[in-house]
């Protein structure tokens, strides 16, 4: 039998209602505990300019950033709300017994879960991006109280550090991940009321402990003749970790961006394992809201049939908890190399949906 258009707007909209529900409790629960967070933070020494207006506005710019986070567990919730009412209220048994499958009836919630996926990914992460980029720059000013020492384009690294009461802006068009070199250096060097003082040009700069090595080196400055040494030593208290430390956040870049930004950090020499298993993991949320929907669908439609209602919907929430544990798990996994960033976003959301595939399979075979 096929499924009618009213009776698939009425699926989809009781799954809508549902989500919308279930997400917005979610959301409002978040930003109290978000926000109470903040006031914790802000209220340390030196924090003088932490605000309460400003940590409710950056309690406020984490919404969207955790909406994303909590959408697919919202999408679970919800699908076991709507369907475990339709089938108490018999709707579903009427409409399996006129000779509707699973499939039929699902078909309306999965197509609206993978155009809601389709939509967060492609127009919402956009403006979270903003949001929290704009967040870490209010955390990175009135609670942590340091700004980026990095900034990557193009045209190559650009590198600040303090070193006593001089300043200096280090450009390079390359990191040699392997023995820690900047290639094709340049150096500009001010004192702390940003005048300039000096320019140091060289082949190689070498990061060592407590200072960078520099071979091949000329310096210049203002009013001198132009001195060439072998190697030079400028003293700093960067390492590794500090600099990869400072690049912007992946949840900081849009979807759009992040493919560019990427091949940016991979022809500077840096890894870029982080921000490709973000965007992987982006393009993976359709089918994750997907397997979500199925899920639900395996825990709520079974009880019509064997009773035991609520252990099976409890059951179907441990199974939400359980695939954010598993997906936490894999991507630790990707982030340190163990498997590919590829593999670590999308094992998730494909494993839970064949899951959900089966399971239905089998329920519908009695």
């Known amino acids: 039998m096929r499924l009618s258009g009213t009776f698939s707007y009425y699926i989809g909209r009781q799954f809508l209602t549902g989500v919308a529900m279930v997400f917005l409790i979610f959301v409002t629960t978040i930003f109290i505990f978000d926000a109470v967070e903040m006031m914790r933070r802000g209220s340390g020494p030196g924090r003088e300019l932490a605000t309460l207006g400003i940590l409710l506005q950056m309690a406020m710019l984490r919404i969207p950033f955790m909406a994303q986070k909590i959408l697919p567990f919202a999408a679970l919730v919800a699908g076991l709300w709507t369907f475990a009412r339709m089938t108490r209220t018999h709707e579903l048994v009427v409409a399996r017994s006129a000779g509707v499958s699973v499939w039929q009836f699902l078909l309306p919630n999965l197509l609206l879960a993978l155009m809601l996926g389709v939509f967060i990914m492609t127009v919402f992460n956009p403006l979270s991006a903003v949001m929290v980029s704009r967040y870490e720059q209010m955390d990175a000013k009135y609670l942590r109280g340091k700004s980026s020492l990095l900034a990557l384009s193009p045209s190559g690294i650009w590198l600040r550090q303090n070193d006593n009461d001089r300043q200096s802006v280090i450009h390079s068009q390359r990191l040699g991940r392997e023995d820690l070199t900047l290639h094709d250096v340049i150096i500009f060097q001010f ?86 298993l973000h965007w992987h993991s982006l393009l993976a949320a359709p089918l994750l809201l997907c397997a979500m929907v199925l899920i639900a669908a395996t825990f709520s439609l079974r009880f019509s049939r064997s009773g035991g209602t609520w252990i099976l919907i409890a059951a179907g929430i441990l199974m939400g908890f359980v695939l954010y544990f598993v997906s936490d798990l894999v991507l630790a996994l990707g982030l340190s190399g163990k498997i590919p960033a590829v593999l670590a976003a999308w094992i998730p959301a494909g494993a839970f949906t064949l899951i959900g595939v089966a399971s239905l399979f089998h329920m519908e075979d009695g």
């Open 191 to 276: 004192r702390e009321n940003d005048q300039f003082v000096g320019r140091i040009d060289a082949d190689k700069a070498r990061l060592e402990e407590g200072h960078w090595t520099l071979m091949d080196a000329v310096l210049t400055g203002p009013d001198q003749p132009a001195q060439f040494m072998d190697t030079y030593e400028v003293p700093t208290k960067l390492t590794l970790n500090q600099i990869e430390d400072s690049f912007a956040p992946p949840e900081t870049l849009s979807f759009w961006a992040l493919p560019a930004f990427i091949d940016t950090l991979e022809a500077s020499g840096f890894s870029a394992v982080r921000h490709r």
